[in-house]
């Protein structure tokens, strides 16, 4: 059967699903832990032919470190499910609830999006998680991993799926695509699939984008800044540098520019040289910065996302010009400044037009898991819907119930009645 | 100026208006009153110029009514200005404030979306509306209206800026864009443009669509249904359906599909036949309808949109079946059930996947004055932000504040630290 066929189906089961009680779908969540758990040793074998097969395709270690999944990674994802079927139940909130006239009644109502498509790189914790986020917030998932855990994914996703079913959700909740063709094919799908978040390099979110009609969440790059103000402390600033460029470069919320206040420059850049040499940071500055401390100089103005142990570092005058930089050439992302100053503080935290504007702390803080919404389905850079972590409340929409006894819109037009807006 | 570099000095300025303070906002809005009435002949005599030329070029009256701006549509505007000016400030609205450890603070706060471009019928009281709530909102907002109020427009347009940059708000917080070439020119405005709300047919909303990378926010039609169940009063349905076909027929909100239970059929036909002929309504069925009361027989299962007074008739077993055909062939715009059965009507409400679900009203109610929301910016049949009528908290988004002292990631990684999340 082809995707568009499967999904067709899916769309039918849509608000079977949409309506199934917060017991039930917390139900299906623990089903899928006692099942994984159950399958423990199958998921494990089956992983290890993934690693195995990584490991002769010549695929770096840092990359198979997040292919791998054993003891610990399970434990991680059955928590995540515990943590997740506790949670309130993110359908059915009455956020609006007006009389219009006597006897009309409008109530805004949160309810699923429908048919999400996800796709994610290669690691089965994000598919579990994933899946269960979905499920959770009533929606129906199409799911697409990466290829190098194919097996694991195959395996992992039968168990969730059969779970859900058990549990008596419907059938059709959740799809596994798993050919890469298969995305194209998704994205044809603009009539039964309401959503689409692609997770991946920025190449692969534009082609998405640049190929469908389904609205799409996600994020194109992530040139996060650091703003060292006149004001910053250096011995914050330093460790914050550093965890913000080398906790994890290859993450979207890693820090790639770094713009230094003039009137600190003299005090600050000799220190901030000696810190980045030593955590093996490689330096790129402005002419006027490579002067001062050596490194390579940079023409152009917009800088790029390294995703790497490099960093551009640039002066400014003061907290007004790091903050037009920022808004111009940024990815409004996540971006922070370091001061002891709270009106610059302020100023810097009110202008900055990003998912994330942070003070004195490291710009990586920026995830769903410490900003504590259990999981994230992605970071979305857009400002429409969702901004920053996407965990449940950006997996749901509303709709306008309006309960009447034959009300016309005639009546009201011509005088005869007229609204009260009366909130209830 | 080209409106690429008109929108360039927008958006530096947009983060100015975000910052203004609610005061600020309010008097720019009650300026805009004052300096409406003030200039209100200069306004009618501009307006009379266009009502002239568009008889000239043979407007239909219909059309005509809404291109007028007199005495009364001034005080309706005026009126809405002082009401919208009442209003709550939607910015700054702190949605989430937690600790996520000891000293570090995250908070989730309503900003403006930023540079807004609205695309309009030519309507010079959607004009004022809609500049209004991107000025409450803290939008910047690009406007094109219909041509054929451009003399109107021009004017409005001008009092408008006038009255906003008296009031000390950026210079660069309003644009108008008078040229149709200009759409084109704002379409590709995607480093700088925020959201594009396009209002008008569906055809022209499909071009936006299909020519931008910006974000847009539009329906692109209204097929509302109205399912006429075996246990409708046949005394409240004849009115409502009557209301939601003719009282405005250009409307995206009124009704153009009427699904019938098989079992209310033979009672219930021949009256709405009797009722729609009166009403002046062509009917056209499925060859079952026709056969028992006349009118042109469809063949197709996709009813279009008329826009005009004509319904399509079909019957339908029960509510399940009624519920599949509209969310398979509906625009999830506003659909409603006709029954005197809880139960039944319990069913439908959660069913059917559209921004608006009714029961025993007008499908015309679909609308942000009706709502209460003061005035609307558009009715969005996208499930992502907005969904139904817009007003105000569609044209929000927020921002993740996180405020620490040094704090650092690795220090969580490693387990020196752990997140305790308390919500403050």
Not at 222 to 244: F, M, N, Q, T, W
Not at 302 to 319: A, F, R, T
Not at 336 to 362: H, K, P, W
Not at 403 to 411: A, F, M, Y
């Amino acid at each position: 059967m082809t995707i568009r066929e499967e999904v067709r189906k899916m769309k039918l089961d849509a608000p079977v699903l949409a309506a199934s009680s917060a017991e039930l779908r917390n139900r299906a969540l623990l089903l899928v832990k006692d099942n994984l758990e159950k399958h423990a040793e199958e998921i494990f074998a089956e992983n290890r032919k993934d690693l195995a097969r990584a490991e002769e395709t010549g695929v770096a270690e840092a990359v198979r470190k997040r292919l791998k999944f054993n003891e610990k990674k399970l434990q991680d994802v059955t928590a995540g499910l515990v943590q997740l079927a506790g949670l309130p139940d993110p359908l059915g909130k009455v956020t609006l609830s007006r009389e219009l006239d006597e006897g009309l009644k409008l109530t805004r109502i949160s309810c699923p999006i429908g048919v999400i498509g996800v796709i994610f790189e290669a690691r089965p914790d994000a598919l579990v998680q994933i899946s269960s986020l979905c499920i959770k917030s009533g929606n129906c998932a199409v799911l697409k991993g990466g290829k190098e855990t194919a097996l694991t994914n195959r395996i992992l996703f039968g168990i969730i799926r059969d779970s859900v079913v058990e549990a008596g959700l419907p059938q059709h909740s959740l799809l596994q695509a798993e050919l890469h063709q298969e995305i194209d094919e998704l994205l044809a799908c603009d009539d039964c699939v309401d959503l689409l978040i692609p997770r991946g390099s920025n190449a692969f979110v534009r082609y998405i984008m640049d190929n469908t009609r389904i609205p799409v969440m996600g994020h194109a790059d992530g040139i996060c800044h650091i703003y060292v103000d006149e004001d910053a402390s250096v011995e914050k600033a330093i460790p914050v540098i550093l965890d913000a460029k080398t906790q994890y470069t290859a993450a979207c919320n890693a820090v790639e520019t770094l713009l230094v206040n003039r009137k600190a420059a003299p005090a600050f850049l000799p220190v901030l040289a000696s810190a980045l040499k030593e955590a093996g940071v490689k330096l790129r500055g402005t002419k006027e910065v490579t002067d001062m401390i050596g490194g390579e100089t940079i023409e152009d103005e917009k800088y790029p996302e390294y995703l790497d142990l490099i960093i551009s570092v640039k002066l400014v005058d003061d907290v007004k010009e790091a903050v037009e930089h920022i808004n111009r050439y940024g990815s409004h992302h996540t971006d922070a400044i370091l001061t002891e100053n709270d009106e610059t503080a302020t100023y810097f935290m009110q202008m900055v037009d990003s998912a994330g504007v942070y003070r004195n702390c490291s710009t990586r803080f920026a995830d769903g898991f410490r900003y504590g919404f259990g999981a994230e389905v992605g970071i979305s850079t857009s400002k429409l819907h969702a901004r920053g972590p996407v965990g449940l409340e950006g997996l749901v929409t509303y709709k306008y119930l309006l309960e009447g006894n034959g009300d016309i819109v005639g009546d009201f037009a011509s005088g005869k009645r007229t609204f009260h807006f009366r909130d209830l």
